[in-house]
């Protein structure tokens, strides 16, 4: 756990940083080479000019998200700290829905299928997340909460994590739920060989039910966020609304190509 891999002068080459883009490169990587292999043709010029767009997008939400659901009080105390992104606080969630606001501006303006982008994402997404997890474990900014056993991950100084907890052992939650998404990138790609019939917006319902299904249950092992009604997070309150919508994409997709075969038999 670094928060710096270097300095160069006075300048430090921060670790989430690096991660984070890394993280954001690699996903968009992913994506690029599902648009080449599904898109429609123009697809690869449109998401190159996509990517700026939701990575500001996704910035500002996720900032947004986690200052004013996450952490709003220490925010409040702390305005100078907002603006800091690099000291980490960047919500997953948030990101999302940022981006997806962004993307929609540009798709509408060139008028081109939501879903079919949407669906071109979802595994890069997923890919994404999961070494931005790596991210926030260097930086040690978000951690779980205390094991109170004899096995955990001790944080050293300087860390967020070890200023709340000094040197209890906490909980792995940041690094199983970026395990979690690799596993889930697994099962979307085995999916996509065995892709019939399948609505559109399928793997971005997909990733919406499975990952926030994740995030609702690793949430329980956190110990960075503050907790509300249920003893619930913001993250576990964003987490419902988002499977419900995820849920209901799938539902209305398969009633909808369900509706079309009928016709085309009729």
């Known amino acids: 756990m670094h928060s710096y891999w270097f300095h160069i002068g006075a300048f430090p080459v921060r670790s989430y940083s690096t991660i984070f883009a890394a993280a954001f490169l690699l996903g968009f990587g992913v994506t690029?080479?599902?648009v080449k292999a599904k898109g429609e043709p123009g697809d690869v010029e449109h998401w190159w000019n996509l990517a700026p767009i939701c990575l500001l997008g996704g910035i500002i939400g996720a900032r947004f998200w986690q200052v004013f659901f996450f952490d709003f009080p220490y925010y409040a105390a702390h305005p100078g700290q907002i603006p800091l992104i690099w000291h980490g606080g960047l919500?997953?969630?948030g990101g999302i829905v940022g981006a997806v606001l962004a993307a929609m501006v540009y798709l509408k303006r060139y008028r081109l299928n939501f879903w079919r982008f949407a669906d071109l994402a979802a595994p890069g997404i997923?890919?994404?997340q999961s070494i931005g997890r790596d991210a926030d474990f260097m930086n040690g900014s978000a951690y779980g909460a205390p094991t109170h056993q004899g096995f955990g991950i001790v944080f050293p100084p300087g860390t967020l994590a070890h200023d709340q907890y000094g040197a209890q052992p906490l909980w792995p939650a940041v690094i199983w739920e970026g395990q979690a998404d690799i596993f889930l990138f697994a099962i979307l790609l085995i999916l996509w060989q065995r892709k019939k019939g399948w609505p559109q917006g399928f793997s971005i319902a997909y990733?919406?039910?499975?990952?926030?299904i994740v995030r609702f249950f690793m949430e329980m092992l956190r110990g960075d966020s503050p907790r509300?009604?249920?003893h619930w997070d913001a993250a576990q309150?964003?987490?419902i609304p988002m499977v419900a919508i995820g849920l209901a994409i799938w539902i209305y997709g398969f009633m909808k190509n369900r509706k079309q075969k009928q016709?085309?038999?009729v």
């Open 237 to 239: 309150y964003t987490a």
């Open 263 to 265: 016709n085309v038999e």
């Open 207 to 212: 990733y919406l039910v499975t990952y926030n």
């Open 32 to 34: 690029l080479y599902f």
């Open 91 to 93: 919500s997953i969630q």
């Open 228 to 230: 509300y009604a249920l």
């Open 126 to 128: 997923l890919l994404g």
